[in-house]
Nanobody
Framework: QVQLAESGGGLMQPGGSLRLSCVASGFTLDYYAIGWFRQAPGKEREGVSCISRDGSTYYADSVKGRFTISRDSAKNTVFLQINSLKPEDTAVYYC??????????????????????WGQGTQVTVSS
């Protein structure tokens, strides 16, 4: 079965850190650019980061300096490290595969319609 599965979310205190995982089943993540998105209640899905096949990384201005995206090919997994958590980071976090054929994050990497395969999401709640 071809699917993506996110994990690692939870209830966290402000200032804390966590690492989200995006594991692929039935296909190899290495061939794709992978994006991370988040969606807070009542808000649109927001693209926060993307990693290309060659390891190039991209971040939304709102998360730059606090989020780090990375790959582990052996584990067929992409990670999103989130540091200095803020209440505004509260959202469901999703990973997705870019639909482009070259494995590169496009100039529109923050647009959900650039991606064609999504995981079910993992909830991150930041609250004291």
């Amino acid at each position: 079965q071809v699917q993506l599965a996110e994990s690692g979310g939870g209830l966290m205190q402000p200032g804390g850190s966590l690492r989200l995982s995006c594991v692929a089943s039935g296909f190899t993540l290495d061939y794709y650019a992978i994006g991370w998105f988040r969606q807070a209640p009542g808000k649109e899905r927001e693209g926060v980061s993307c990693i290309s096949r060659d390891g190039s990384t991209y971040y939304a201005d709102s998360v730059k300096g606090r989020f780090t995206i990375s790959r582990d090919s052996a584990k067929n997994t992409v990670f999103l490290q989130i540091n200095s958590l803020k209440p505004e980071d509260t959202a469901v976090y999703y990973c997705a595969t870019d639909r482009g054929p070259w494995g590169r994050c496009s100039g529109s990497y923050q647009r959900p319609d650039e991606y064609d395969r999504w995981g079910q999401g993992t909830q991150v709640t930041v609250s004291s």
